[in-house]
């Protein structure tokens, strides 16, 4: 058996990698993100992991404040070392998340949501909710699957310590007032 040999987008430079490079490294697979300097390869998503994306993303756009937008699978730059792509943000209304940019900056996101896949637990529970909240992103969704359902795990910073606090923990029917008023039933995941 011959080892194969690597693509030179593998092999970081003796400085490393820093969250504008992503945008120049050729041949990068879909959906890298750059965690603490270091190229994160994501695996291939389920069709239950995509329908709870399409479900929350869906019924955030019908909840919507004016110019507010929903944007999937977007990186936000949070510093020059950390460049992670949730599976959606809301972002407010700013020319720095116009249609041909390719992340956003943590200014303009109101809330982030990821929905943890087994591949993704550990980033997804610890080391993304730290670094929103050190950006200061202002909530912060968790979904986690269980039994084929969504389960949305809802946080929001607290500015004074730069960290998350738990406000709910949503099984059938995601209500909540903050950031804005949303409702969104999660039951209908079984329409999907």
Sequence with gaps: ????????????????????????????????????????????????????????????????PEGFRVRREITVILDERERPEPALMVVRPSPAVGPSRTACPPEAVELVVEVVSPESEKRDRERKPQLYAQAGIGHFWRVELKSQRPVVYVYELDPATRAYGLTGIHHDRLKVGAPFPIDIDLTEIDEM
């Design 1 to 64: 058996m011959c080892a194969q040999p690597v693509p030179d987008w593998m092999i970081p430079p003796p400085e490393g990698l820093t969250a504008e490079d992503l945008d120049r490294l050729p041949g990068l697979p879909p959906h890298t993100e750059l965690i603490d300097g270091s190229l994160v390869l994501v695996s291939p998503q389920s069709i239950l992991h995509s329908l709870v994306i399409d479900l929350l993303a869906l019924g955030l756009r019908g909840c919507l």
